[in-house]
Nanobody, 124 residues
Framework: QVQLVESGGGLVQAGGSLRLSCAAS????????MGWFRQAPGKEREFVAA????????DLADSVKGRFTISRDNGKNTLFLQMNNLKPEDTAVYYC?????????????????WGQGTQVTVSS
């Protein structure tokens, strides 16, 4: 079982930046597609970004394109989400997740293991 631990969340003013990290417990991390999702109070968990195990293919939600960047370091079993020009609507708990099998990379149900989440709050 893969264990994931997110870090890097916090409180930031609109226009600021944060870098989230997700540390995986196993070296098999490098074999899996990975994703970032977020969930705001009273809303469903939504797709933010995903990256294939090779790091070649990347997908970003339209709401974060041009502002967020997803990357991974397979040698360190770590996934990253660089978030720039943050907006109050980006406020949510952010989760990283592992996708072990083939399927649509944006679907929550395609992901098998999840971290505990890290809070991101953007003030206006």
């Amino acid at each position: 079982q893969v264990q994931l631990v997110e870090s890097g969340g916090g409180l930031v003013q609109a226009g600021g930046s944060l870098r989230l990290s997700c540390a995986a417990s196993e070296r098999t991390f490098s074999l899996y597609d990975m994703g970032w999702f977020r969930q705001a109070p009273g809303k469903e968990r939504e797709f933010v970004a995903a990256i294939t195990w090779t790091g070649i293919t990347i997908d970003l939600a339209d709401s974060v394109k041009g502002r967020f960047t997803i990357s991974r370091d397979n040698g360190k079993n770590t996934l990253f989400l660089q978030m720039n020009n943050l907006k109050p609507e980006d406020t949510a708990v952010y989760y990283c997740a592992v996708k072990r099998f083939a399927g649509t990379i944006r679907l929550v149900t395609m992901y098998d293991y999840w971290g505990q989440g890290t809070q991101v709050t953007v003030s206006s």
